[in-house]
């Protein structure tokens, strides 16, 4: 039903704040059902009523600050469970990119290149995790909705986030391990001119990074310039 | 008439405790109660009234409990405690003595008008 959906979507932007308990939340949404009720009763169309009764309820935000008054333990027991979160996650990603390096590698061996292909595919997997992340920034862009929605299902589901986070990672580090163990022993026989390829490379990619920074992000008057 | 955001956030624990005095409600209905005896000329901020349940339930003044009901929605009735009714007296005496205040300075006993 539209009713259903639109008071969804309001509900969804108090969530968000999370100060206010489920049971809270019921409450109030139950008022703002009796509302849309007595005023459809009178009259109105049940679009007309939701915007009346959502308006008399109030500002979200504002509501929001009024709970966390009440509930003063929950935004800082939020706060805590979006850091655990973001710990898991970083790890996970950090994981994943060197999981992704050390197979790439391993898949040369044992053609006697592979560390190098080891510090490029790092390299690659590293930039392109950062190309995700800045445009996970562009608001209302594909990659911001999936990620929107990748973090309802984790508030949402937080035993199922820190299980399958956990998984992930031991499944992602017994896999490096094992693509290591491939090209470990080449990594023995490494000349002298790779390990000074290694060190260049490894000097590049911060310049690369910052580059590639600029590039994606320029300076406001540099914005201004080009725009002129 | 407009009565100020800090009035309105004043008179929220007297008035809710008074409507209480006669029987357990919910919120909608408080607010419905309050509205129609002030002549719609308190207007409340209508989502304020729930965490200010939940503050004067933490108090003690009030308790809540969920009803089941077999037609309508389920609702969160809240009653008024012993402790509630001794913190109403209080409030009371409180108001009183403003109003009474009030009333001395300002010669004869006005009544709101429009």
């Known amino acids: ?18 100060t206010l308990t ?3 939340l019921l409450e109030l949404e139950l008022h703002v059902r009796d509302t849309v009720h ?9 679009e007309e009523a939701l915007l009346v009764a959502l308006r008399r309820i109030g500002d979200p935000s504002v509501l929001a600050v009024e709970y966390q008054k009440v509930n003063p333990g929950l935004a800082w027991a939020r706060r805590w469970y979006w850091m655990a979160a973001g710990f898991l996650g970083f790890s996970v990603a950090l994981q994943g990119i060197q999981t992704l390096g050390t197979l790439t590698a391993s898949l040369f061996y044992p053609k006697g290149w592979s560390f190098v292909v080891l510090t490029m595919s790092l390299l690659s997997y590293a930039v392109l995790a950062f190309g995700i992340v800045r445009s996970a920034k562009v608001p209302g862009g594909r990659v911001a909705r999936a990620v929107q929605r990748v973090a309802i299902w984790i508030e949402r589901h937080p035993f199922a986030t820190g299980a399958l986070g956990f998984t992930t990672l031991i499944g992602l580090r017994a896999l490096t391990t094992l693509a290591m ?48 | 008439l407009v009565i100020g955001k800090d009035l309105v956030a004043a008179s929220a624990t007297p008035l809710i405790l008074s409507v209480l005095l006669a029987g357990e409600s919910y919120g909608y209905e408080i ?63 409180a108001w009183l003595t403003v109003n009474s205040t009030l009333q001395a300075l300002w010669g004869t006993p006005i009544h709101a008008t429009r």
């Not at chain 2, 304020?48 to 009901?69: C, F, N, T």
């Open chain 2, 31 to 93: 607010i419905r109660q309050v509205r129609t005896l002030s002549r719609d000329r308190l207007d409340w901020s209508e989502g304020m009234i729930y965490p200010a349940l939940r503050r004067l339930e933490q108090r003690g003044l009030l308790k809540s409990r969920w009803v089941e009901s077999g037609e309508g929605p389920r609702r969160k009735y809240y009653a008024i405690t012993k402790q509630g009714k001794a913190a109403l007296q209080g409030e009371k005496d």
């Open chain 1, 181 to 228: 163990s491939r090209i470990v022993d080449e990594i023995g026989r490494v000349f002298l001119p790779l390990w000074s390829l290694n060190a260049l490379v490894a000097l590049l990619v911060p310049i690369v990074l910052f580059l590639l920074g600029r590039y994606v992000n320029p300076d406001e008057n540099e914005r201004i310039e080009s725009a002129g």
């Open chain 1, 38 to 46: 007595e005023l459809t009763e009178q009259g109105l169309t049940q």
């Open chain 1, 1 to 18: 039903m539209q009713l259903d959906k639109q008071l969804a979507a309001w509900k969804e932007s108090i969530v968000r704040a999370g």
């Open chain 1, 22 to 24: 489920e049971e809270d």
